[in-house]
C-alpha cells in the first residue's frame, strides 16, 4: 500500500553488493479512488491493484509472480489488515503469521496475550464498550485512577488521553466514542472501532526496533528515548521528541531488551521487524505497545546516529538473511514533532529558517500554514511540522534541540 522514502535505494544499493538484480513490487487496493500508475513511483518495476477483501482475486493476481517472490512486507500499521489477507497467498515466503499480526494490531489482544506469557511486563487494562456508568464503574473498579483511555486500532497517539478522575473520564469517552468512526475511516483502518483503559505508568519512555527471524531470535537497535508532550506540560500524549542512542550502560539496556523480546514471543512474531514502546519505572520494564513495523522516523535516526538501513534489514529479515548491525555508533541523531499548546488558527509561524542554519540541521516536513487549523494528536491532528537533528557530540545536538524549542513561535487563535 505505499513505497517507503528509501526503500528503493536500498534496494539498489543492495543489488551491487550482492551483484544481483531486484524487482520491485507494490500491491495496491483496487478501491482507492485516484488510481497511479508504476510511472509515478521512481524505481518501480511492477504495480499491481488488488481487490484485499477477494481472496479469489488476490491468488489470482499473484499468480504468474509465485516462482520468482523474494519477500514481502508492510511499513504502515494501519495497512496490516491488508497485509494478513495477502499472506495466505503467498505460503512460500517468510512472512508472520496472520494470528500475530492480529496480537499486535489489536491493543486489546495484545495485553490478554502479555498477561498469558508474564503479566509483570503489562499495565492492568479493561474493554469499554461505551460511555455509561456502569461501564465507567468498571473502569474505576478495575484499573483505577490515573487511567489511560486510547482506542485499540490507532497509532501516534490519535485520541489517546488520561484521566485523573470520574469527570475526566466521562468527558474522555464521549468525545472518543464521538470521533472514533470517523477517525478510523480517515486513517483507513478496516477494524471494527474498539476502546481500552489502562493503567497509567508514571515514568520515562523509551522504544526499540529489532529484527525477529524465524526461530524467534531478536537483533535489537540501539533504543530511543522518547518525551511525550506530556512531559513538555501539553495536554497531549503525543510523542514529541526521539534522541537515539541513550546513554545507558549495558545492563541497563539488556534488561529493556529481554523484556522487549518477552513480548515479542508473547506475541509470536517471527521473519519481521518490531517495534517496542517500554516504559521505565525506576529499575522496571513494562511494555507499552509492540506494533510488526518499522518504528517511527526510526530509518533516518539510526542512519544519521548508527549507519543502520534499516528499510533494508526490514527485507534482510524475511528473505531470510541476517540483518547488518554495527557494534558502534558514530553520532547522535533526533526527530523533534512540534504540536502547538491548544488547539485553533495559526495565526503566526516563524523560526523555520532560523532552524535550518542550526550546525545539526538535516532535514525538516512543514505540515501546517499561517491559516490552518491545528488539532491536538489525540484529536486526531497533525504537527505543525517535523525537524531532524543530528551531530556528533551528544551535548551540541541537545543544545540545538533547545535553540529549536527557542526560534520557533507560533500564534493560534
Not at 550482492?18 to 495496491?28: D, P
Request: aromatic share 8%.
Amino acid at each position: 500500500m505505499g513505497l517507503p522514502p528509501g526503500a528503493v535505494s536500498s534496494i539498489r544499493k543492495y543489488e551491487k553488493a550482492v551483484r544481483k538484480k531486484f524487482r520491485i513490487m507494490l500491491i495496491m487496493d483496487s478501491r482507492t479512488k485516484h488510481k497511479r500508475e508504476a510511472t509515478d513511483y521512481t524505481g518501480l518495476d511492477i504495480l499491481l491493484y488488488v481487490d484485499f477483501s477477494r481472496p479469489g482475486q488476490i491468488a489470482q493476481v499473484l499468480l504468474p509472480y509465485q516462482e520468482q517472490l523474494l519477500a514481502i512486507t508492510c511499513r504502515t500499521e494501519s495497512h496490516m489488515l491488508k497485509f494478513m489477507q495477502v499472506i495466505p497467498h503467498v505460503p512460500y515466503l517468510r512472512t508472520p503469521t496472520t494470528e500475530s499480526l492480529e496480537w499486535s494490531t489489536d491493543k486489546l489482544k495484545m495485553r490478554r496475550r502479555f498477561i498469558l506469557y508474564n503479566k509483570k511486563i503489562t499495565p492492568k487494562f479493561c474493554l469499554i464498550k461505551g460511555n455509561t456508568k456502569t461501564e465507567r464503574a468498571k473502569a474505576k473498579k478495575k484499573i483505577g485512577f490515573p487511567m489511560i483511555v486510547k482506542p485499540t486500532n490507532l497509532a501516534q497517539s490519535m485520541l489517546v488521553t488520561i484521566c485523573y478522575h470520574e469527570e475526566d473520564l466521562e468527558k474522555s469517552l464521549r468525545s472518543t466514542f464521538r470521533k472514533i468512526k470517523k477517525i478510523y475511516e480517515e486513517n483507513k483502518r478496516d477494524e471494527q472501532p474498539q476502546v481500552v483503559v489502562e493503567e497509567y505508568m508514571e515514568g520515562d519512555m523509551y522504544s526499540i526496533d529489532g529484527y525477529v527471524n524465524s526461530r524467534g531470535t531478536v537483533y535489537f537497535c540501539p533504543m530511543v528515548k522518547v518525551v511525550t508532550g506530556k512531559n513538555i506540560g501539553h495536554d497531549d500524549f503525543y510523542n514529541y521528541l526521539h534522541l537515539t542512542p541513550t546513554a545507558f550502560k549495558k545492563s541497563t539496556i539488556e534488561r529493556a531488551e529481554r523484556v522487549a523480546e518477552m513480548g515479542v514471543h508473547a506475541l509470536g512474531l517471527r521473519n519481521t521487524t518490531v517495534h517496542v514502546e517500554l516504559m521505565k519505572i525506576d529499575d522496571e520494564w513494562k511494555i507499552v505497545e509492540i506494533g510488526p513495523r518499522v518504528g517511527g522516523f526510526r530509518v533516518k535516526l539510526h542512519e544519521l546516529s548508527c549507519g543502520i538501513d534499516h528499510s533494508l534489514n526490514d527485507l534482510l529479515i524475511r528473505v531470510p538473511k541476517q540483518p547488518v548491525i554495527p557494534k558502534k555508533c558514530s553520532g547522535f541523531a533526533a526527530a523533534l514533532k512540534w504540536y502547538p499548546k491548544k488547539e485553533g488558527i495559526i495565526t503566526k509561524l516563524k523560526g523555520i529558517k532560523k532552524c535550518q542554519k542550526l550546525a545539526s540541521f538535516v532535514e525538516i516536513s512543514v505540515n501546517k500554514k499561517v491559516g490552518d487549523r491545528c488539532h491536538f494528536a489525540k484529536n486526531g491532528g497533525k504537527a505543525v511540522f517535523v525537524i531532524t537533528l543530528h551531530n556528533y557530540e551528544r551535548s551540541k545536538l541537545l543544545a540545538d534541540i533547545r535553540r529549536v524549542e527557542q526560534l520557533i513561535d507560533i500564534k493560534i487563535k
